[in-house]
Structures are given as C-alpha cells and as structure tokens.
C-alpha cells in the first residue's frame, strides 16, 4: 500500500514556475513508477509526466514537454513536478500516481493522491 500527498499548488501568473512535491509513504518507493496526471474542469485526466523508480526513463504529455521536468528523490521518498513557461491552459489539478509499472495511461496506476490545484492567470 502506498499512500500519496501532493504539495505546491497555488495562483501563478503566465510565463512563472511552480513545482509540485508528492511525497510518499512505504519503504519500497524505489520501486514504483511514478506519474503526474492532471484534470481540468468538464475534462478528462490527463497524462503529465511518468518516471520510472530507477530514475531512468521519463515520459512527458505532448503539451508539456520541454516546459515540465520530472524528477525523484528516492531517499526523500518524494516526487516532484518542476513547471516552468506555465500557460492558462495548464490550470487543473494535478495528481500525484504510483504502480510497479511505468505507464502513461491514467488506468495503470492504482495509487493516487488526493490532488493539488495549479492556476495560470493570464
């Protein structure tokens, strides 16, 4: 069982940075895939970001790639989500998942944060 805490949403305006942190609980976080999701309003979750628990590889959504950078600290037992060049478009939640496969299909991931809210002004 692993559970999930997300941090570092808040109001930033567009072109600024915010990074997310998930921390997570068990003794065996490094070997769980981690993703970032988000879900705007009257939308579908979406795909972010994905790292595998060895910090190898790293899957980014088409809309965020070159922007977000995804990264681990496995003795932290923490995720995080650096966004940088943020846009109206990336207002959501975003969600913090884990699973013992790396995927970027929200369906693969059997754990899941309760969320944290990112909002761009334009």
């Known amino acids: 069982q692993v559970q999930l805490v997300e941090s570092g949403g808040g109001l930033v305006q567009a072109g600024g940075s915010l990074r997310l942190s998930c921390a997570a609980s068990?003794?065996?976080?490094?070997?769980?895939?981690m993703g970032w999701f988000r879900q705007a309003p009257g939308k579908e979750r979406e795909f972010v970001a994905a790292?595998?628990?060895?910090?190898?590889?790293?899957y980014y959504g088409y809309s965020v790639k070159g922007r977000f950078t995804i990264s681990r600290d496995n003795a932290k037992n923490t995720v995080y989500l650096q966004m940088n060049s943020l846009k109206p478009e990336d207002t959501a939640v975003y969600y913090c998942s884990a699973d013992q496969v790396l995927a970027t299909r929200a369906g693969a991931y059997n754990y899941w944060g309760q969320g944290t809210q990112v909002t761009v002004s334009s």
């Open positions: 790292i595998s628990g060895s910090t190898g590889p790293k």
């Open positions: 068990g003794r065996t976080f490094s070997s769980y895939a």
